[in-house]
C-alpha cells in the first residue's frame, strides 16, 4: 500500500480582496470549508485567515492535484456562501492562489502562523505578508 504525506500551506483571497470574511461569518465559512473538504477526502489541518483571505494547510490528497483541491474548496464554498445569502453583494473568490509544501520539522510553525492571523495582520497588511512569503519560499526557507 502507497503512503503519501505531503502537507501544503495554501493562501488565496477574496476576488479584488474585499473584506468579505468579518469577524461575525469568517468562522461560519471556515466550518463549512472543513465540513465540505473532508466529505471530499481532503485533509485539513488548520484553517483560519483575516477579513480577506484564507491561510490553509492541507494533507496532499493522492489523486488531487493542488489545483483542483483548490478549485473543489474554493468554487464550493463560493457557491455555498452566495446560496446562503452570507454577503450583501455576490462573493467570489479570488483567481490566484499561493502554495508551498510544508517540510514536517516546520508543521508546529505553520501551525501557530495560521492560528494567529488576526494578530498578525494587525502588524503587517496582506500584500507585505504576500512579498515576505515570496521572498522567503524564493530562497528556498520555506
Known amino acids: 500500500m502507497s503512503f503519501i504525506k505531503i502537507m501544503v500551506h495554501t ?6 480582496r474585499l473584506p468579505f470574511l468579518n469577524n461575525e ?3 461560519t465559512i471556515i466550518n463549512h470549508i472543513k ?3 473532508n466529505s471530499k477526502g481532503i485533509f485539513i489541518d488548520r484553517i483560519n485567515g483575516h ?3 484564507l491561510h490553509c494547510l492541507l494533507g496532499l490528497h493522492s489523486e488531487l492535484s493542488i489545483s483542483k483541491t483548490l478549485q473543489l474548496m474554493k468554487g464550493e464554498s463560493a457557491y455555498w456562501i452566495n446560496d446562503q445569502k452570507l454577503t450583501k ?12 509544501s510544508v517540510n514536517a520539522n516546520r ?3 505553520v501551525r501557530w502562523y495560521i492560528e494567529g ?6 502588524k503587517i497588511t496582506f500584500q507585505e505578508a504576500y512579498e515576505e512569503f515570496i521572498k522567503e519560499y524564493e530562497k528556498g526557507e520555506g
Open 35 to 37: 465540513t465540505n473538504a
Open 51 to 53: 477579513s480577506d483571505h
Open 117 to 122: 492571523q488576526e494578530l498578525h495582520h494587525k
Open 11 to 16: 493562501v488565496w483571497g477574496t476576488k479584488e
Open 89 to 100: 453583494s455576490k462573493f467570489e473568490w479570488a483567481n490566484e492562489y499561493f502554495a508551498v
Open 107 to 109: 508543521l508546529e510553525q
Open 25 to 27: 461569518i469568517r468562522p
